[in-house]
């Protein structure tokens, strides 16, 4: 593609968030976060905040804790006329130490990637906005027909 389109945003988790004992948050909570990273993606690209309509991979690398800072980010990969696919990853760079005291908490050297995903988004016909010509990932003349 000839721009690199992409979004972010960081996000804490709270005690609203924890779903499974010792305050673990539940993967979904990171599958919300990356709902809000394709809108986002989706209204650059075509001023419509679209429809994800589903992933093809979901990978949960590590936990998530009430207190844990998560940044979540998104790269269009492909698009055709009607589709946005979608990079994401989640990492904590902040992790909640309630273990050594009750405000207690570490920022992180490195980024922990707790999640990646591959999503795709669709567009409502009459917002979809054109690829430019010779841009990677667009519809072959098969695809175009089945949309």
């Known amino acids: 593609m000839s ?3 992409t979004a972010t ?3 804490r988790m709270t005690q ?3 779903h499974y004992g010792g305050n673990l948050v539940d993967g979904a909570r990171i599958l919300q976060l990356f709902g809000d990273v394709v809108t986002e993606i989706t209204v650059r690209m075509d001023g419509d905040e679209g429809l994800l309509s589903g992933y093809s991979e979901i990978e949960f690398k590590t936990p998530v804790y009430v207190g844990d800072y998560i940044e979540v980010s998104g790269l269009l990969v492909g698009r055709s006329r009607l589709r946005r696919v ?3 990853t989640a990492r904590k760079y ?3 130490r309630y273990e050594q005291g009750a405000t207690r ?3 992180l050297g490195e980024p ?3 999640c990646r995903a591959v999503g795709t988004a669709v567009i409502p016909r009459d917002a979809a906005r054109r690829p430019s010509a010779g841009a990677v990932g667009t519809a072959n003349a098969d695809e ?3 949309e």
């Open 16 to 18: 609203k968030d924890a």
């Open 9 to 11: 945003l960081r996000a």
């Open 105 to 107: 908490a570490e920022l």
């Open 112 to 114: 922990v990637v707790v």
């Open 94 to 96: 902040i992790a909640a």
């Open 144 to 146: 175009s027909r089945a």
């Open 86 to 88: 979608v990079e994401f």
């Open 3 to 5: 721009e690199t389109v």
